[in-house]
């Protein structure tokens, strides 16, 4: 591997707010760590992910006629990908509408550049809403999930 790949590989943990990053290529390994707070792992598309982002803020807003007087959670995508229900095809999904889910738990995957990312919650409380469909394209801080925190 050249000194200019690698500082490709620097560029692109850099632009994608990357904590670590590892590649195994021609019996050459490469692990690379930065100060950001997500975690990825490189893993072929639709497989179980090996570590999870944990900057995933999820943003406390007023909920619609659902449950008046209470606040919901929403969690935000915190990168561009492929919205993910479920570890693999045909399992069941990660986190459901009236799943308890605690906080730390899987809830989603993101799949960017080939990296299957895990999305935490950050909450202990209910799913009560899942705004996108398996496979679907999803965009940086667009709603995934609506938890209403148990207290």
Known sequence: MTLDEIKRLIEFIKANE?????LEHDGVKIRLKSGFGHHVAAAPPMVAPLTAPTA???????????DEGSELAI????IVGTFYRAAEPGAK????????????????IIEAMKLMNEIDSEYDGEITSVYL?????VQYGERLFAIRPTT
């Not at 969690?75 to 915190?78: D, G, T, Y």
Request: net charge negative.
């Open 56 to 66: 995933v803020s999820p943003t406390p807003v007023a909920p619609g006629a659902a």
């Open 18 to 22: 990357l904590s670590e990053f590892e």
């Open 93 to 108: 999904a990660l986190a459901s509408v009236g799943d308890v889910v605690r906080k730390g738990q899987v809830l989603c």
């Open 133 to 137: 469909e398996n496979g679907q394209a």
């Open 75 to 78: 969690v935000k995508s915190p």
